[in-house]
């Protein structure tokens, strides 16, 4: 059975740096991209990050790039989600999603707060 | 990476069926055959309906079919049933190598 597990979140103070984990197991973690997707309360899906399966590439969206850091452990089946420097509306609901434009499996969410 | 245009709302009885549509531009849902789409009940995280265009996975209804024209992708739900109802999502692959989700439309079963 396929389980991803966030943890990490929490309350972080605008500027400040949280770092996001998504457990993997149940599959081939180290041959699956992996992708973050948020929701802003009351709002609708954000696609945030994606890994390629070996970590080696990257793709940001516009609205996170330069202040968000995506890596993974393959040795660890475990994803991360840095978040640097958060500002207000990154406040969301974080998923960690198997897989790049097609996310056949997902966690259960972690609460992101960005508040001072 | 403008989001895709989805309706807001759509409606329909037990039984009918109701399409969902999902407009994006050549750059995304026009120019690939990555569109997927997402079913999200209230509280739970989403379930991966129809991916690649018209594929389902393992363990999706038959009654869920996608499909292409140009720039619109559509979602058909056919013999609606309650547990239907839910808020839906599409997604592209984009020219970017990013992926934008649509705005979201929330499906009432009346």
């Known amino acids: 059975e396929v389980q991803l597990l966030e943890s990490g979140g929490g309350l972080v103070q605008p500027g400040g740096s949280l770092t996001l984990s998504c457990a993997a197991s149940g599959f081939t973690f180290s041959s699956s991209s992996m992708t973050w997707v948020r929701q802003a309360p009351g709002k609708g899906l954000e696609w945030v990050s994606s890994v390629s399966s070996s970590g080696s590439t990257t793709w940001y969206a516009d609205s996170v790039k330069g202040r968000f850091a995506i890596y993974r452990d393959n040795s660890e089946n475990t994803l991360y989600l840095q978040l640097n420097r958060p500002a207000l509306d990154d406040t969301a609901v974080y998923y960690c999603a198997k897989g790049f434009w097609g996310l056949d499996y997902w966690g259960q969410g972690i609460v992101v707060t960005v508040s001072s | 990476q403008s989001a895709l245009t989805q309706p807001a709302s759509v409606s329909g009885s037990p039984g009918q069926s109701i399409t969902i549509s999902c407009t994006g531009t050549s750059s995304d849902v026009g120019g690939y055959n990555r569109v997927s789409w997402y079913q999200q009940h209230p509280g739970k995280a989403p379930r991966l309906m129809i991916y690649d265009v018209s594929n389902r996975p393992s363990g999706v209804s038959n009654r869920f079919s996608g499909s292409k024209s140009g720039n619109t992708a559509s979602l058909t739900i056919s013999g609606l049933q309650a547990e239907d109802e839910a808020d839906y999502y599409c997604?592209?692959?984009?020219?970017?190598?990013?992926?934008?989700f649509g705005g979201g439309t929330k499906l009432t079963v009346l």
């Open positions: 997604s592209s692959y984009t020219s970017s190598t990013t992926c934008v």
